[in-house]
């Protein structure tokens, strides 16, 4: 009875490993389908790899969006919501860190 459930999640391990991409994290994702030209797997993954240290997963995902939405992140930036200024802390924090551990 198991058997298929674990077959099958063996199957999206697989298909997990083998394609890189699914495994990494929404902020190197994002950073993989901008067009920024300075966007290469190496340094996405380095900001992805900066923020698992500083960002929590829905500050990461809230985060990622920005790559498709600049305008959202100046949205947030300028909110009243102490909720808003409250991750713009701590995504500034994550930026400064990434930019310093991930510029070459």
């Given at each position: 009875m198991m058997k298929p459930v674990v077959l099958a999640a063996c199957a999206a391990v697989v298909l997990s490993i083998s394609s890189g991409i699914a495994l990494a994290g929404p902020i190197e994702r994002a950073?993989?389908?901008s067009d920024r030209k300075a966007a290469?797997?190496?340094v996405c993954?380095?900001?992805q790899q900066v923020a698992n240290m500083t960002l929590r997963?829905?500050?990461q995902?809230?985060?990622a969006a920005f790559f498709k939405?600049?305008?959202r992140a100046q949205k947030v930036?300028?909110?009243k919501s102490d909720n808003d200024n409250e991750f713009w802390r701590r995504y500034k924090s994550f930026g400064q860190q990434a930019e310093a551990t991930c510029a070459r």
């Open positions: 950073c993989m389908n290469n797997r190496s993954a380095c900001v997963g829905p500050d995902r809230k985060a939405d600049p305008d930036r300028m909110s």
